[in-house]
């Protein structure tokens, strides 16, 4: 098949996004497709006619401590630097038997790419466009999971600035429907309280604030509706920040997690439920704390998108069972086209 992997983008998550993309345009072209890694912002000014003859990987590409530098990217596109899709992204798409979306965070991952393609008929993988944006939107997806009596930290909604409304201490401060913990800050002062508003800010707007819950986390990913091991994250220092994600030797991963049968049972029966909840399709990632004391798991997020990279957690879940990851990459092409038949 001729298979565009879309990645890269406008997002805090964009260098994630193209090595996710830059790891399954191989994966892909190992199992006989001829798939092309495609920045969805910065586009194609090459020959289409011959665009699948080639990978199209950048083999410089690399995910740094701290997340990208967006109003750089934005100026550095030739031409109109308007609207998210550079120059032949659509119509190579439109060429292609599927689009792989590699993309993560805001204009990818939230379902405005997915309503697009929807209306040019144009086939990719992953969950719809509604499903999307509930799991992207942190207030909406928390609202449903409450209507489903799934448990989740206590919250409230707010807005960036001096105003912002107390909430119990410790907490944890994020902004509204961002990925890869870019702008999370755990708070257990008032100094620290007004700081971490501003940083929130500085991302989005909106600004969720949560109780902490202390505990152990665990993610868990779904494939074909079928639930896989839970996976343990443990930072060697402070929490799952995006330093520790993506920085090799940063967090300790356990997989399949030193859990008893019933609480993974537990967990799994959690996550297929928040997954069906939300409207999600193929597959995602949910994650998880377990309560300190208690065998109360609180989920603390959905990704319609999760990450395909070196270090990421759903193809550590995916090889436990013996899937590996050309496998994993050939599952999510299949089982996304089922929805087409």
Do not use: W
Not at 67 to 88: H, M, V, Y
Not at 104 to 131: C, P, R, W
Request: hydrophobic share 35%.
């Amino acid at each position: 098949m001729d298979i565009v992997v879309l990645a890269g983008g406008t997002s805090t998550e964009r260098d994630v996004s193209l090595i996710t993309g830059k790891n399954v345009t191989k994966a892909l072209r190992r199992k006989g497709h001829r798939a092309t890694l495609l920045d969805v912002f910065m586009g194609y000014e090459g020959d289409t006619e011959t665009f699948f003859d080639t990978d199209g990987i950048d083999e410089t590409l690399k995910i740094s401590e701290t997340d990208p530098d967006i109003k750089g990217i934005l100026t550095s596109r030739k031409g109109d630097a308007k609207g998210l899709f550079g120059e032949n992204v659509v119509s190579l798409c439109k060429a292609a038997d599927v689009v792989f979306i590699a993309l993560h965070g805001e204009d990818g991952e939230d379902g405005k790419v997915q309503a697009a393609f929807d209306l040019m008929g144009i086939k990719y993988t992953g969950s719809g466009n509604f499903g999307s944006a509930l799991a992207m939107n942190k207030y909406y997806s928390k609202q449903i999971m409450d209507a489903h009596g799934i448990k989740n930290a206590k919250y409230i909604i707010t807005k960036g600035g001096d105003n912002a409304p107390d909430f119990p201490l410790p907490c944890v401060i994020k902004p509204f429907s961002g990925g890869s913990s870019v702008g999370v800050s755990i708070v257990t002062d008032k100094a620290e309280y007004k700081n971490a508003i501003k940083q929130a800010a500085k991302y989005e707007s909106d600004i969720i604030i949560e109780e902490y819950v202390k505990g152990r986390e665990f993610s868990l990913g779904i494939v074909g509706g079928k639930a896989l091991p839970p996976i343990e994250i443990i930072p060697k220092e402070g929490f799952y920040d995006y330093k520790n994600k993506y920085q090799e030797g940063m967090t300790i991963e356990i997989c399949p997690a030193e859990l008893d049968d019933t609480l993974t049972k537990k967990m799994q029966n959690d996550a297929k439920a928040v997954f069906k909840a939300l409207d999600l399709e193929v597959y995602g990632r949910i994650d998880f704390i377990l309560r300190e004391g208690t065998d109360d798991f609180y989920c603390l997020e959905a990704n319609s998108l999760p990450g395909l990279t070196q270090m990421s957690l759903l193809p550590q879940e995916a090889a436990a069972v013996g899937i590996d990851y050309d496998e994993l990459c050939q599952q999510i092409i299949d089982l996304s086209l089922e929805k087409y038949n």
